[in-house]
């Protein structure tokens, strides 16, 4: 069995980063996104000041498999590196991804 990675803070957030644009670069992801977070396209600078943003947006990723994998095949990653990201970036997840 392979090991998983260790994510930093500062790379989990640069991953949570790219999974937001990965979203934007599609208007019918990025619409569901705001749809079900209740954010308007104007709220998201405010909203990426919020330290629960980011680790959010992971949870929002790693709740939809093909989403999460779709991501992670475009990222290179494997699909669970994703959720150890987002446990890097602490408190808990809103959905059981495990």
């Known amino acids: 069995?392979?090991?998983?990675?260790?994510?930093?803070?500062?790379?989990?957030?640069?991953?949570?980063?790219?999974?937001?644009?990965?979203?934007?670069?599609?208007?019918?992801?990025?619409?569901?996104?705001?749809?079900?977070?209740?954010?308007?396209?104007?709220?998201?600078?405010?909203?990426?000041?919020?330290?629960?943003?980011l680790p959010s947006v992971l949870d929002y990723v790693l709740a939809d498999e093909t989403l999460l994998v779709a991501f992670a095949e475009q990222e290179g990653l494997p699909p669970d590196h994703v959720g150890v990201a987002r446990l890097a970036l602490g408190g808990a997840p809103t959905e059981h991804w495990a």
């Open 1 to 53: 069995m392979a090991r998983l990675p260790v994510f930093d803070q500062d790379a989990a957030a640069a991953l949570a980063a790219r999974a937001l644009g990965f979203l934007a670069a599609d208007s019918e992801r990025l619409g569901r996104f705001f749809a079900l977070s209740g954010l308007d396209p104007a709220d998201v600078r405010a909203a990426a000041a919020d330290p629960g943003f």
